[in-house]
């Protein structure tokens, strides 16, 4: 009886460790088994994401997924989002990762994961080369216009009191850009690809960035949990910073190279 006991309680465990299959599997094996990486990405905010004149998704964002995608040898599915549905993309399992000029915060750090940085948002204060100043102490009896609610409005807010400057608050960055094309505001705070849109808009206008304010890292965002996801996202970042592709996609676009600290020597 004993013997039958025993080989009862084996069959049992052979059956548990068998429909465990499943959930012993995690996200990039199932990436991987569909063939398919679905990437969270907003194509509303130029030049990161934007649609072109066939409709079809452009920009250094979609550019860095169409790389990651093809080096994984992977077909490639952006799922549309805006800024306040990436993060709840992935959550939810409606995205694999997020590529959406993604700044690391500590707040978000505490929802999901952050990968190495690949590229950079840069903060800046622009204007038309009528205004002259170089730094925050500079703005001393001028305006400074900004989208409301974004960084530059709450960091020019904490700053505006003690160094004797005013913060002018556009509701988004379409009108932003209108009011310093058509010279309502001299100078603007907001990324580097905005100040360059308002050239673009009125070149007479010759707007350009002053100062930079802050360079913050822009990262893929996994969700919790997915340590090997991670893990090969770090060394895919890595590999292409060193040989310099996540650098010329960054450069097509902001016209400008990725910082130094950013760009590591390729190992040989």
Do not use: C
Request: no cysteine; hydrophobic share 45%.
């Amino acid at each position: 009886m004993m013997k039958q006991g025993v080989v009862a309680a084996i069959a049992m465990l052979a059956g548990l460790v068998a429909n465990a299959g499943p959930v012993l599997a995690d996200q990039l094996d199932d990436i991987m088994r569909a063939g398919t990486i679905r990437i969270s990405t907003d194509v509303a905010i130029p030049p990161a994401g934007m649609l072109n004149g066939q409709m079809q998704p452009i920009g250094s964002d979609v550019e860095t997924a169409q790389l990651l995608a093809k080096d994984w040898s992977l077909k490639l599915e952006i799922v549309p989002t805006t800024g306040s549905t990436r993060i709840p993309n992935a959550l939810s399992g409606r995205a694999d990762i997020i590529i959406s000029t993604l700044s690391v915060t500590p707040e978000r750090a505490k929802i999901i994961d952050f990968s190495r940085a690949y590229t950079i948002l840069q903060s800046v204060v622009g204007g038309s080369p009528t205004v002259q100043v170089d730094s925050i102490a500079g703005l001393k009896g001028m305006s400074v216009a900004v989208t409301r609610g974004t960084t530059q409005d709450t960091k020019l807010t904490g700053l505006a009191g003690a160094n004797g400057f005013t913060v002018q608050r556009y509701d988004d960055d379409a009108t932003l850009v209108t009011a310093g094309a058509t010279g309502q505001s001299k100078l603007i705070s907001t990324s580097v690809a905005l100040v360059d849109a308002v050239k673009q808009k009125n070149p007479a206008s010759e707007f350009a960035p002053k100062f930079v304010i802050d360079n913050f890292d822009i990262a893929i965002g996994v969700k919790k949990g997915e340590p090997r996801l991670l893990a090969k996202l770090n060394e895919w970042v890595l590999a292409n910073l060193q040989n310099g592709k996540l650098n010329t996609i960054y450069k097509t676009y902001y016209k400008v190279d990725l910082p130094n600290s950013m760009r590591p020597p390729e190992v040989h």
